[in-house]
């Protein structure tokens, strides 16, 4: 196995392949990530900056020039490379042929700076009745990521909650008991009426998430730092080195937990 601590010297990168239909909250969980409200900094294939006044994850910026290829990087943790994928909302086969051939092109790397090594898949749930769409459930019956783990991220579950608590009023539960049983009784539904329907796939998600809360910044501070501290953690649990996980531990600077946790896991500190 390759030296753990010998691949943490010479590579500085975890690569991301971030997906989603538009509005997904990639921007919001790229930025938590990386400890930051900044937009991304974009760069083509031969390092060169693009400049724009939007995120490209927006769904006004660089249309008619996106690329996959394009990497994204916060200064905030140079450490961290995203890619962006769009466009499975429009339910075509064209945005599920490009991400094949980026997972693909990748896994031939030999470099291992240059292979991607999760997918970060961002899935909404404020649209009970769309929450996932035929484009997205074709993704995991079609794509074989290998080796790469897909990560299900299922933002804005507080919409979810709401649903849950009126739900709970209009049987009869005071303010303070529906409020207390919501998060329950949306996770209920949930796992009842949606995530089997990912997890009954061919190429089912390594891990799943859910995700409340991201969108309100102040007093929320504690709570999005959970959240992320569990999404370093899902992803790192789905890798299948020690060397990567290490690497994932390196480049998240601000989760010294995790950090130890696969540093003593990995066998690079002994008691």
């Known amino acids: 196995m390759q030296n753990a601590i010998e691949l943490r010297s010479r590579y500085q990168h975890f690569r991301v392949l971030v997906m989603g239909k538009a509005n997904a909250g990639k921007t ?9 409200r900044e937009k991304p900094q ?3 294939q031969r390092g ?24 994204l990087r916060f200064s905030s943790n140079p450490g961290f490379v995203f890619h962006d994928s769009r466009g499975f909302e429009a339910g075509g086969t064209d945005e599920l042929d490009k991400v094949r051939a980026f997972i693909d092109s990748r896994a031939a790397e ?7 090594h999760a997918i970060w898949f961002c899935l909404p749930t404020d649209h009970d009745a769309r929450m996932i ?9 079609r794509c074989d990521t290998g080796k790469v783990p897909v990560i299900a991220i299922f933002t804005k579950f507080d919409s979810l909650d709401g649903w849950a608590y009126q739900e709970l ?3 009869g539960f005071k303010h303070s008991e529906a409020q207390e049983g919501a998060p329950r009784r949306a996770d209920e539904h949930f796992e009842r009426v949606h995530l089997g329907r990912i997890f009954g796939q061919k190429y089912p998600p390594k891990k799943e998430l859910r995700v409340r809360n991201m969108h309100e910044v102040v007093g929320k501070e504690e709570e999005i730092n959970k959240t992320v501290t569990e999404l370093i953690k899902k992803t790192s649990d789905a890798l299948d080195t020690d060397a990567l996980k290490l690497l994932l531990a390196t480049v998240q ?4 937990e995790v950090c130890m946790e696969n540093a003593v896991n990995g066998g690079s500190i002994t008691a």
């Open 253 to 256: 600077n601000n989760n010294i």
């Open 110 to 116: 030999r470099s291992v700076d240059k292979q991607l």
């Open 42 to 44: 974009i760069y083509n």
């Open 133 to 141: 769409t035929a484009a997205e459930l074709d993704f995991f019956e």
């Open 48 to 71: 060169r900056r693009i400049r724009a006044k939007d995120s490209i994850l927006s769904p006004t910026s660089f249309r008619g020039v996106h690329d996959i290829e394009y990497e």
């Open 28 to 36: 919001t969980i790229l930025q938590a990530v990386c400890g930051t």
């Open 169 to 171: 009023r209009r049987e």
